[in-house]
Antibody
Framework: EVQLVQSGAEVKEPGESLRISCKGSGYSFTAYWISWVRQMPGKGLEWMGRIDPSDSYTNYSPSFQGHVTISADKSISTAYLQWSSLRASDSAMYYC???????????????????WGQGTLVTVSS | QSALTQPPSLSGSPGQSITISCTATSSDVGSFSRVSWYQQPPGTAPKLMIYEVSNRPSGVPDRFSGSKSGNTASLTISGLQAEDEADYYCSSYTSSSTSVFGTGTKVTVL
């Protein structure tokens, strides 16, 4: 059974650092991308970025580039989302999702998100 | 500002059919060949309902169907049921090799 299990809820103060995790099981971790998705309270889904765990290549949404870092440790089938300096506006639910992809002769593009983690609630408040 | 626009809300009575549209507002969105749809009931993680425009994953009822025409993709729920009440999102890749979600549609079963 494919599962993505995320780390627990976090409460942090502005300016602190944070790393949340997403552990995959039940499939070949390096055969799919992992994407991170933000959902602010009462709002829609926002794609943040993705990583290819086979080579750790990342791609970010311009809205999140430079503010978060996505990484992965394929030896333990785990992907990470981290912040070096949190803001109050980072308070949200964060989901990881397994993403299928397809490749042409020149590049690979992301397709659907077929399995999702349960979400990690991040609260940033002084 | 999402490049995929959906109606904010739709409603229908049990047994009726509703169609949610997803319109690409930017040429940055790809050919829509890989558009997918997600269902998110309140307080839960999203769930894949349709992939590659019209394909249903195992376990998704055949009441859910997808299609596309030009720069608009659509999700139709036939024979609406109370359990279908949720937020629905479309998604696609973009020409800059990123992904994007639609603005979301809240479906209410009357």
């Amino acid at each position: 059974e494919v599962q993505l299990v995320q780390s627990g809820a976090e409460v942090k103060e502005p300016g602190e650092s944070l790393r949340i995790s997403c552990k995959g099981s039940g499939y070949s971790f390096t055969a799919y991308w992992i994407s991170w998705v933000r959902q602010m309270p009462g709002k829609g889904l926002e794609w943040m970025g993705r990583i290819d765990p086979s080579d750790s290549y990342t791609n970010y949404s311009p809205s999140f580039q430079g503010h978060v870092t996505i990484s992965a440790d394929k030896s333990i089938s785990t992907a990470y989302l981290q912040w070096s300096s949190l803001r109050a506006s980072d308070s949200a639910m964060y989901y990881c999702a397994r993403q299928r992809f397809f490749c042409s002769s020149t590049r690979c593009l992301g397709a659907d998100f077929d399995y999702w983690g349960q979400g990690t609630l991040v609260t940033v408040s002084s | 500002q999402s490049a995929l626009t959906q109606p904010p809300s739709l409603s229908g009575s049990p047994g009726q059919s509703i169609t949610i549209s997803c319109t690409a507002t930017s040429s940055d969105v790809g050919s829509f060949s890989r558009v997918s749809w997600y269902q998110q009931p309140p307080g839960t993680a999203p769930k894949l309902m349709i992939y590659e425009v019209s394909n249903r994953p195992s376990g998704v009822p055949d009441r859910f169907s997808g299609s596309k025409s030009g720069n608009t993709a659509s999700l139709t729920i036939s024979g609406l049921q109370a359990e279908d009440e949720a937020d629905y999102y479309c998604s696609s890749y973009t020409s800059s090799s990123t992904s994007v979600f639609g603005t979301g549609t809240k479906v209410t079963v009357l």
